[in-house]
């Protein structure tokens, strides 16, 4: 519909079947529908639009695998969705923006027309990538109605790829940038220097042909948080976004980015309706990583708190 049709059209985005893994109480004979009044989490993994899986044994399953382990009983399974990865030179350009808005919206239909889930009891969690392509399905089932799909009970953000474009880094001197300070701290450290980097790549293969540097920078459901946004669009552009809970560490190369995304979320929902979780010290995607004890227990224990609030 709309604007994302546009985009699929101009990248030649065609259907394909996608995966997805199942944490927690999903049964072994049968699919097993919702039950009256059961939570669930759609979780899409982290990796730069290129790489890591929603398989178990990823690095990223440990958002899942801590969810289901912290927050029972209020949620006792997730979903974590196998998208499209994009790729670029030395590649073929392969699955570029909007594909994996695409495959996150197909699991969300699964979930709610399949399987029998309340819009209102699916809480949407992304980590890094998966951030951004959890704010774009949001934007996109906010922004079009008319397909069917109300927005979710709620958010998870985990460490959130949130301005692709790189306007922090830009326009900010570089002694009190997240990149610089934080880059002997942060396990991404040195990797977005160079132009081969994970996420350099990432963002080139995201854009594919059909769209430039500056819709990296331009683009709501592309960079979120960029400093050069059009000031109309950020001053509602999280309007009627569900309630969130926004969980980072403190010593991430994406910080400065993600502080501005909470600030722009929290004057469209409300200060009441965002959780920002900033864990000290704790380096990216810190919620994922099961031996970042104790701060992983005790995140994971402090979203289970929140996700029990929710209606």
């Not at 997805?20 to 699919?31: M, S, V």
């Not at 069917?148 to 709620?154: K, M, R």
């Not at 990296?216 to 948080?225: D, E, F, V």
């Not at 552009?237 to 309630?243: A, G, L, Q, T």
């Amino acid at each position: 519909m709309g604007e994302i049709k546009r985009y699929a059209e101009s990248a030649k985005a065609k259907p394909c079947r996608i995966s997805a893994y199942g944490f927690g109480d999903w049964g072994q004979d049968k699919l097993l529908v919702a039950r009256e009044g059961e939570k669930i989490v759609m979780h899409c993994h982290g990796g730069a639009y290129v790489t890591w899986t929603a398989h178990p044994e990823d690095m990223t399953a440990g958002v899942s695998k801590g969810i289901v382990k912290f927050s029972r009983p209020t949620i006792s399974r997730t979903l974590s969705i196998k998208y499209c990865l994009s790729s670029s030179a030395p590649w073929p350009s392969k699955w570029p923006f909007p594909t994996s808005l695409i495959d996150a919206l197909l699991g969300y239909h699964y979930l709610i027309n399949t399987l029998g889930f309340k819009p209102q009891n699916i809480i949407l969690a992304g980590d890094s990538a998966g951030g951004n392509l959890v704010l774009a399905l949001t934007r996109y089932l906010r922004d079009n109605p008319q397909i069917g799909l109300p927005l979710p009970g709620g958010l998870l953000l985990v460490s959130p790829w949130s301005d692709l474009g790189e306007t922090h880094l830009q326009q900010r001197p570089n002694s009190l940038s997240g990149k610089i300070h934080d880059q002997c701290s942060d396990f991404m450290a040195g990797d977005w220097k160079s132009p081969l980097s994970t996420l350099r790549h990432g963002i080139r293969s995201l854009l594919g042909n059909h769209l430039s540097s500056t819709d990296a920078k331009k683009n709501p459901y592309i960079s979120p948080a960029s400093l050069e946004l059009d000031k109309q669009i950020v001053a509602t552009m999280f309007d009627n976004f569900p309630r969130t809970y926004l969980v980072y560490g403190e010593a991430k190369i994406f910080v400065d980015e993600i502080r501005t995304l909470y600030k722009r979320m929290a004057k469209n929902i409300g200060s009441d309706q965002i959780v920002k979780d900033e864990v000290p010290d704790a380096t990216h995607n810190m919620f994922a990583l099961e031996v970042w004890e104790p701060e992983y227990s005790e995140a994971h224990n402090r979203f289970a708190s929140r996700a029990a609030s929710l209606p």
